[in-house]
Structure formats: structure tokens, C-alpha cells
DNA sequence: CGCGTGACTTGTA
DNA sequence: TTACAAGCCACGC
């Protein structure tokens, strides 16, 4: 897990699910946030949330932490936005991945739903109008 | 149609 | 049991 982490490259980031699952840990998200969260030393700044396709979006609550990242990031040539959003398919970590062209999308061919969490499965009742709010 | 935020679900510590 | 450095999905813009 940590030789994951710690193989992401300068200048480039990965999400948590990502990461654990080249530890061989798929759905491990959770367990890669941990990981890092205890042991230091970590380049955890390059390990990020996930957000729609290619994008990607800090998840951190702690605000400092999240504002530590984001200015290291920036610092290593990462463009992260206002709400920490992260180019995943010009700064997305590809492994051994060869056939992935950063110059678009990412070839989920070879990735098949590194996260593959079930958050959403059985959710969204009939929500009258409104997406939230009740 | 594409991007972004919001909200729900799941798992570990 | 609760909290959290996550994830997916649906709706909004």
C-alpha cells in the first residue's frame, strides 16, 4: 500500500480507491485513507476523492489538511480548483496502464471500476422534485 | 451534453 | 457506537 502511494509520481495524483486497489486491496478505499492517515511520510497529498469521470475532488473534511494538499499540489504543477477539483485526465496517476491516453479519458478498460464501491444501489426514493431537501 | 455539487451507502479505526 | 483524508449516483447548472 505504501510502495503504491509512494510510487505515484510528482505531479500527478491518484484517488484512494485507486491506490488500494494496486495494493490489491479493491474496495479499499477507505483502508488506503487510513493507511495514510497513520502512517506519515506519505506523499498523501497525490491521493485524492473521486468525483465524476475524469474529474476528481478532495473529499477531505478537515479544512487545513485540505488546503495543505491543494497547496502542495499546486506546488508540484497540479491545477486544483476552488472546490479542490483535480483533472484526473491530464494529472491522473497511470500505473502500468500503457494504452491510457491522458490527452482524454482514461482507459477504464484496463481499470474497470477501480472503486467499485456499492454506494449506490438500492438509494433514491422517489424524491418529489427537489434533488435534496425534504 | 458536460461539469459540479449534493446526498446516500459502505467499511475501517 | 460514532466518526471519517471515500465512493457511487442522481439532479442542477
Same mark, same amino acid.
Given at each position: 500500500?505504501?510502495? !503504491?502511494?509512494?510510487?505515484?509520481?510528482?505531479?500527478?495524483?491518484?484517488?484512494?480507491? =485507486? !491506490? $488500494? %486497489?494496486?495494493?490489491?486491496?479493491?474496495?479499499?478505499?477507505?483502508?488506503?485513507?487510513?493507511?495514510?492517515? =497513520? %502512517? !506519515?511520510?506519505?506523499?498523501?497529498?497525490?491521493?485524492?476523492?473521486?468525483?465524476? *469521470?475524469?474529474? *476528481?475532488?478532495?473529499?477531505?473534511?478537515?479544512?487545513?489538511?485540505? $488546503?495543505? =494538499?491543494?497547496? +502542495?499540489?499546486?506546488? %508540484?504543477? !497540479?491545477?486544483? #480548483?476552488?472546490?479542490?477539483?483535480?483533472? +484526473?485526465?491530464?494529472?491522473?496517476? +497511470?500505473?502500468?496502464?500503457?494504452?491510457?491516453?491522458?490527452?482524454?479519458?482514461?482507459?477504464? @478498460? @484496463?481499470?474497470?471500476? $477501480? #472503486?467499485?464501491?456499492?454506494?449506490?444501489?438500492?438509494?433514491?426514493?422517489?424524491?418529489?422534485?427537489?434533488?435534496?431537501?425534504?
Amino acid at each position: 500500500m505504501h510502495a !503504491v502511494i509512494r510510487a505515484i509520481p510528482r505531479g500527478s495524483v491518484a484517488t484512494y480507491g =485507486q !491506490v $488500494a %486497489e494496486l495494493a490489491g486491496v479493491p474496495g479499499g478505499a477507505r483502508i488506503a485513507a487510513a493507511s495514510l492517515k =497513520q %502512517e !506519515v511520510n506519505l506523499p498523501w497529498q497525490r491521493v485524492i476523492g473521486k468525483a465524476s *469521470g475524469r474529474r *476528481g475532488r478532495i473529499k477531505i473534511l478537515d479544512p487545513v489538511g485540505a $488546503a495543505i =494538499q491543494r497547496g +502542495l499540489l499546486e506546488k %508540484e504543477g !497540479v491545477e486544483v #480548483g476552488d472546490r479542490g477539483l483535480i483533472d +484526473l485526465g491530464v494529472y491522473g496517476w +497511470l500505473p502500468k496502464m500503457k494504452t491510457a491516453r491522458r490527452n482524454g479519458r482514461v482507459g477504464k @478498460t @484496463t481499470m474497470t471500476r $477501480a #472503486g467499485s464501491d456499492r454506494g449506490a444501489s438500492l438509494r433514491r426514493p422517489p424524491r418529489s422534485g427537489s434533488k435534496r431537501r425534504a
